[in-house]
């Protein structure tokens, strides 16, 4: 049974979604936001090679560990939601269309 609170993101969803990045989890969440949101996916590559451009002037390796950051806290954000959203719909039956993409794109169900 659905709770109001389904799809909202919770503590939890956070925690899990900064655990996924420090085990270096964000080329795998990427993949999925291209195949799933190729539009965000790109305004977020996009919005990080911009940062990294404001601070050159300071090096490579600042606007690598900027780009790298932003990346980080962006996608975070993003699973995050991803969670609560599995969350929400985890009760779909296996062959309706999210269910079949959720699958494809190696969410698991909780």
Do not use: C
């Amino acid at each position: 049974m659905r709770k109001t609170t389904d799809g909202i993101v919770n503590e939890d969803d956070l925690l899990d979604a900064i655990r996924e990045i420090k085990r270096g989890e964000r080329p795998q969440i990427m993949k999925r936001l291209w195949a799933t949101e190729p539009k965000l996916a790109g305004y977020v590559e996009a919005a990080a090679e911009h940062m990294a451009g404001t601070v050159k002037q300071y090096g490579d390796a600042v606007a690598a560990a900027v780009k790298n950051d932003l990346l980080n806290f962006t996608v975070t954000i993003v699973r995050a939601i991803n969670h609560a959203h599995e969350r929400l719909w985890r009760d779909l039956p296996p062959s309706s269309p999210l269910a079949r993409l959720i699958n494809d794109n190696g969410e698991q169900k909780k």
